[in-house]
Each structure stands twice: as structure tokens, then as C-alpha cells.
């Protein structure tokens, strides 16, 4: 089943206040902050978008609550299956860095001494579940796709939004910003 806009914007509705992993902000919170610092980064408008959705994947998955996926120790691998949601709504500037930013972080922990340290301690739980740091010879292989560079990109949006005192324009402002990219 694909996505339209309107469908995003009810399981956002639905499901957007609960809590982003172990983190003090809510899903939404977490999508909207991801999708303003992009923007106050002038990124393009398909990546403003990506920014938005990039964990739209654990929304889908709360959905189903019997989903194993949803619990603390399985990776969901939300970054893959929301793509087959997306795929008719939004093109590849939206939806691969969305599904490359698990792996963005996980490049960045094998290039950017440090990066691990920086990350939530939810952030390190959850990357342990994902594979762990890349080896170099799948760093390298990463880092050449199309795409990786922004998904390194968003990948900070999503390190840094968790801020639970931010604030950031409406979620209608994203919509709006969605339409302007949709196929």
C-alpha cells in the first residue's frame, strides 16, 4: 500500500506523540526538529522532506503493536520498510537518504573520532542492534552510492533533533513542504 500525503499526515496524527525511542521528545517532535534544522541548513526542499520522514518507518510499525519489531532488542529496520510505503508518493532525493541514514551513522562512527561518544545512549543501543561501525572496505563502499552524502546530511539533522525545548515551525508546514516534492 502506498502513502499519500493525507495517509502520512493520519499516522502522524495517530501515532506522532509517543515517545522517539528512549528519547525526551515525541516522534513527532523528533521529525519536526530533523526537518528544521535541514531547512535552516537551506538544503533543498526534497531533503527538508526526507529529514521529516526519515523515521516514519517506526510509526508504521506501531501500527501493528504485536510487531516484534517494536521491541527494545530487534532492529525494525524501519529505514527499509517504509520505502515500499514511499515509493509512489516521493523519488530517490527523499527516499535514499532515508534509507541510507542507519548506515550514515554507522560510516560515521568508523570515520569521525568521537562521533560514537556523541551519540544518545539510546542512539548507541539501537546501532548496536543495526550492525555496529562499518568495516572500511564497507565504509568506502558506502560512502561512493549516490545519495550517501546527504544521508550523512541527515543523519546530524537526526543526531541533533532530540531537544526536547526546541521549537520549529507546525507539522502543516511540512505538508506543505511535501507537496511541493511529490511525483
Known amino acids: 500500500m502506498s502513502l499519500r500525503i493525507e495517509d502520512i499526515d493520519r499516522l502522524m496524527t495517530r501515532h506522532g506523540a509517543s515517545l522517539y525511542g528512549g528519547e525526551a521528545v515525541s516522534q513527532l517532535n523528533h ?12 538544503e533543498p526542499t526534497a531533503m527538508v522532506v526526507a529529514a521529516a520522514l526519515h523515521d516514519l518507518g517506526h510509526l508504521i510499525q506501531a501500527e501493528n503493536s504485536s510487531n516484534a519489531a517494536l521491541a527494545g532488542d530487534t532492529d525494525g529496520v524501519h529505514e527499509y520498510m517504509v520505502l515500499p510505503f514511499l515509493r509512489a508518493t516521493f523519488g530517490p532525493a527523499v527516499l535514499e537518504p532515508i534509507r541510507m541514514h542507519v548506515q550514515a551513522k554507522r560510516y560515521l562512527c568508523l570515520v569521525e573520532t ?6 544518545s545512549p539510546a542512539s548507541q543501543h ?7 561501525v562499518l568495516t572500511a572496505p564497507q565504509g568506502e563502499a558506502f560512502i561512493q552510492q549516490a545519495y550517501a552524502q546527504d544521508a550523512v546530511r541527515l543523519r546530524r539533522y537526526d543526531d541533533l533533533a532530540k531537544d526536547p525545548y526546541a521549537s520549529t515551525p507546525p507539522w502543516q508546514h511540512v505538508l506543505e513542504l511535501m507537496r511541493q516534492v511529490v511525483l
Open 31 to 42: 521529525a519536526l526538529q530533523a526537518a528544521h534544522l535541514a531547512q535552516q541548513a537551506n
Open 126 to 132: 539501537s546501532m548496536s542492534l543495526q550492525g555496529g
Open 114 to 119: 568521537g562521533y560514537w561518544a556523541s551519540l
